[in-house]
């Protein structure tokens, strides 16, 4: 394998929604307040303000899959929707129409998906088994070393796997033989939360630990780790720093969060660290070239410049309503909250733009842009296609 592909850029919908927007290791078992959208129950939600309508947005289509109880990652490589539920269903969705191109079940409830590069696509079984199908049909699955939370990557003819035992395995595409896999030493606890895995050019890009380690795809060596937060605490579970997806990319500049400790970014060309920021937070991060955004755990949303994390911009106006990861689009930041709405929040000053409801369940992951609808999926596995008007 000679390279990665690089992220492609959603400019159409951006485009769209701005033209819009100017018309109008022993793992953690149990832990529900970092796992769960709903923040403190001892903390009443902030009341919604009322909606100013400033976005034309509709909701083009609905789509369902099971009950999405584990750390979802929805999937847009090839210009498809790659979606899962944990019942074992796994749908690769037209974004445009919202209806199935098809649809299969991988045979046991799912841990972590989805990870797709277009025509193959990898789930992770509670089982402990590595699921790989291509047109609806299963090509072959492998049993793991341990359980994983974070969607497996496929890229370069190879699908890698981050488990949670802190090993990160490659297989071939084609025929699901093992080609390597390297494990390091962390933490007894981890975090029952999607990690990190992509590519920046010809480097596969992990999070370990509360480190970002850039390894050699073909083999699995360190080029180089970069810390974004180092544990502390007296406890395991306060020493928990696992980074969280997603990830906010531009170029080879990477920003992450370490779960309830940090938020920084990094240099991925050469390993450097350019800041880090501390930061209360569970969920991953957007962004784009000036400014990087993520949800705290209280609700606030915080917007950082890129090129020195100082604060931007902040917002309350979602305080304790269980956040998920958001979404930069267009004029917007997208985050879902636990009641099943969806805000768009201005980018430049975190202002109220549009508010979107779905089935009263909590958006899991973070939205996505396909093709020129934006998809969020639901707790109770419903799947939303918005598109602007």
């Excluded at 394998?1 to 018309?23: I, K």
């Excluded at 979802?72 to 490589?77: D, F, G, K, M, W």
């Amino acid at each position: 394998m000679t390279h990665f592909p690089r992220m492609r850029a959603r400019s159409a919908l951006a485009a769209a929604f701005a033209a819009a927007t100017l018309s109008g290791c022993s793992m953690l078992p149990s832990m529900p307040s970092f796992l769960s959208f709903g923040g403190s129950d001892k903390v009443k939600p902030a009341e919604l303000v009322p909606n100013p309508g400033l976005i034309g947005v509709r909701q083009a289509w609905t789509s369902r899959v099971g009950e999405a109880n584990f750390p979802l990652a929805v999937n847009t490589s090839g210009g498809m929707l790659a979606v899962a539920g944990g019942d074992g269903t796994v749908a690769v969705i037209d974004p445009a129409s919202g209806r199935d191109v098809w649809r299969a079940n991988a045979g046991a409830p799912i841990a972590a998906g989805v990870g797709s590069d277009g025509t193959t696509l990898a789930v992770v079984t509670r089982s402990n088994e590595l699921v790989v199908m291509s047109a609806g049909k299963q090509a072959w699955r492998q049993k793991l070393s341990a359980v994983a939370y974070t969607a497996p990557f496929v890229a370069g003819g190879r699908v890698f796997v981050l488990t949670a035992d802190r090993a990160v395995s490659a297989y071939d595409g084609q025929t699901g033989r093992k080609l390597w896999q390297q494990q390091r030493p962390g933490e007894p606890l981890v975090l029952r939360n999607a990690g990190v895995m992509l590519a920046v050019g010809d480097t596969l890009v992990v999070g370990l630990s509360g480190r970002l380690a850039g390894l050699n795809p073909q083999n699995g060596t360190a080029r180089w780790e970069v810390p974004i937060a180092s544990p502390r605490g007296i406890n395991d579970v306060e020493r928990l720093v696992d980074l969280v997806g997603p990830v906010s990319r531009v170029g080879n500049n990477l920003c992450a969060r370490a779960f309830q400790a940090n938020v920084g970014c990094v240099d991925a060309s050469r390993g450097a660290l350019v800041w880090v920021k501390p930061a209360n937070g569970h969920e991953g991060l957007t962004g784009d070239e000036k400014t990087v955004f993520g949800a705290e755990a209280d609700g606030k949303v915080l917007a950082w410049k890129r090129e020195n994390g100082d604060r931007a911009w902040t917002s309350e106006l979602l305080l304790h309503r269980g956040l998920s990861a958001p979404l930069a689009l267009g004029r917007s930041v997208i985050v879902g909250d636990s009641s099943g709405f969806v805000h768009m929040l201005s980018r430049e000053d975190g202002k109220l733009l549009n508010r979107l409801a779905t089935d009263g369940s909590a958006i899991v992951g973070a939205p996505v842009a396909a093709g020129n609808t934006m998809v969020v999926v639901t707790r109770n596995g419903g799947v939303y296609g918005f598109v602007p008007e």
